[in-house]
Each structure stands twice: as C-alpha cells, then as structure tokens.
C-alpha cells in the first residue's frame, strides 16, 4: 500500500503563496497519477493540479495561471505552489498518487486557510 506524507499548509494572507509537499513511498516518477486535489466544506473534492504519465499536466480552472506543479527526484515528492491567493482558496488539500498497477492513493489531508 502506497504512504503518503504531507506537509506544509497552514494559515496565509490573501495574495501570499501556498506551498505543499507529498512524499511517496513509491518513485514518484513511475507512477500513473501524482497530483493534489481540495476539498471545501459542502463541496465535492476538485483538481488542483496533477501530472499524469508523460508527463502531461492538468489544472483546475481556478487555478490557472498561478499555480506550479513539479516533482523532486532527490525527496521523491510531488510539490504544488499556488501564487496569488483568495479566501475561497481555503479548503483541505489532498495528495493523490496512482500507482500503475495499483489503486490510487490518498494523503490525510492539510488545511490551507486564507486570510483576508
């Protein structure tokens, strides 16, 4: 089974960046999904950003254009930075990987809260 651990997150102004990380226990390079998802109260779980197998990439729409996804080979990470943040930025983000051969995997969960 695939462990996943989070970090970063916490409380930031509006305008501020947001910076998570998610170490894998397995090569975050060989892996058919990695990526990061939110959750706000009362709404369904949505894409942030994710990179898929060759390295294709995908975005939210509400993140478009400030928003950075990139794996460290050296930690075995998948990172998200989001630039310019808003309130309704606030939520619970969520790593995700899957494996090529496995089912996806998911991070307990980080709280991100933007301050006015």
């Known amino acids: 089974q695939v462990q996943l651990v989070e970090s970063g997150g916490g409380l930031v102004q509006a305008g501020g960046s947001l910076r998570l990380s998610c170490a894998a226990s397995?090569?975050?390079?060989?892996?058919?999904?990695a990526g990061w998802y939110r959750q706000s109260p009362g709404k369904e779980r949505e894409l942030v950003a994710r990179?898929?197998?060759?390295?294709?990439?995908n975005y939210g729409d509400f993140v478009k254009g400030r928003v950075n996804i990139f794996r460290d080979s050296g930690k075995n990470t998948v990172n998200l930075r989001v630039d310019s943040l808003k309130p309704e930025d606030t939520a619970t983000y969520y790593c995700k990987i899957t494996p090529k051969d496995a089912d996806a995997a998911w991070g307990q969960g980080i709280q991100v809260t933007v301050s006015p």
């Open positions: 397995v090569n975050i390079y060989d892996v058919a999904e």
């Open positions: 990179i898929r197998t060759g390295s294709r990439t």
